[in-house]
């Protein structure tokens, strides 16, 4: 700002802000008062402080004294912006992943703005798979930084959501997250595939438990039932010849008759209805009338909600 006197010595000084505009913003001179000399000029330099975002409207007073108009008013017109801040990419897309396994991906957030940018991330919906790891930092100016979103599917479906960057006093950024889940949501720390008892004396009961969780958000039907000595016997040869089937299988069936297979195994429920995100504790019981090794073979079958 320039100040000019073209005839006479005269004196200025920026006269003190009003109290009701330093609300909105402050400004300071480098000169706060002087003397111009005639046929002169002196420079100001103004520098404004905003204390809100928007339009900003104040007034700048200069005093010259022994002038005709002794106060010159200047209006400081500005606009008061938050930080500058963009994410990449813009969309996620995990594909198709197992259920219950984390998959992460990196969205990257700059600050492009010359002071502080403060943001919080979170997603839309509150029971979502997806998860920001960190969900608040402070980015310097033009510095940025990776987050890192996790997903967990826990249904075998399709996932959408939106991951949110809130940036204190600038603009909103957001991230479209879409997956697929695909597999089972029944969870057993244990392995099931084979349960050994171990050595164990004949006519007394022995009780192993195993936890069995349903980690999604539909009611499963789970249902134990014992394989038939048929299914059971792997190793079962195939029959050679078509007219033989006939008769082998009606050969199978004494003997079947003649030797029933012993059962000395039970499972306690055999059949319950597991709500979403809960577990139930298995009972698996054995007890056995003669010596040696008895294997038998259970089958758990599963259904998801109405299915």
């Known amino acids: 700002m320039c100040i000019r006197d073209r005839y006479q010595r005269r004196v200025h000084g920026v006269l003190p802000e009003n109290e009701d505009f330093k609300r909105v913003a402050t400004y300071a001179t480098d000169i706060d008062d002087g003397i111009i000399l005639p046929n002169s000029s002196v420079l100001l330099t103004v520098t404004l402080t905003a204390k809100r975002l928007g339009q900003i409207h104040i007034p700048l007073v200069i005093n010259v004294i022994g002038g005709a108009n002794s106060h010159h008013t200047i209006n400081i017109v500005a606009e008061s912006i938050g930080p500058v801040v963009e994410v990449s990419p813009k969309e996620i897309d995990f594909g198709k992943i197992a259920v219950l396994k984390d998959v992460s991906y990196k969205v990257k957030i700059v600050n492009k703005s010359l002071i502080e940018a403060d943001f919080h991330a979170f997603t ?12 608040h930092g402070i980015l310097k100016s033009n510095e940025s930084m990776e987050v890192e979103v996790v997903c967990c599917p826990d249904d075998a479906a399709k996932f959408n959501d939106i991951l949110h960057f809130v940036i204190k ?118 007890n056995s009338t003669k010596k040696g090794k008895i294997p038998e073979q259970f089958q758990l079958t599963t259904v998801i909600g109405n299915e």
């Open 169 to 286: 006093e600038g603009v909103d950024c957001d991230v479209q997250l879409k997956a697929q889940g695909q597999g089972f949501t029944l969870f057993c720390k244990d392995d099931l595939t084979n349960i050994n008892f171990g050595t164990q004396y004949t006519y007394r009961n022995v009780t192993k438990e195993i936890l069995i969780e349903n980690k999604g958000k539909k009611p499963q039907k789970l249902q134990w039932q014992r394989k038939k000595p048929a299914e059971n016997d792997k190793g079962r040869k195939k029959e050679e010849e078509k007219g033989n089937k006939k008769e082998d299988k009606s050969k199978t069936d004494i003997q079947t008759e003649e030797m029933p297979p012993d059962q000395c195994f039970t499972i306690v429920p055999d059949t319950v209805v597991l709500p979403p995100r809960t577990g139930i504790m298995f009972q698996f019981r054995a």
């Open 124 to 135: 839309k919906k509150k029971d979502s798979i997806f998860r920001p790891i960190q969900k």
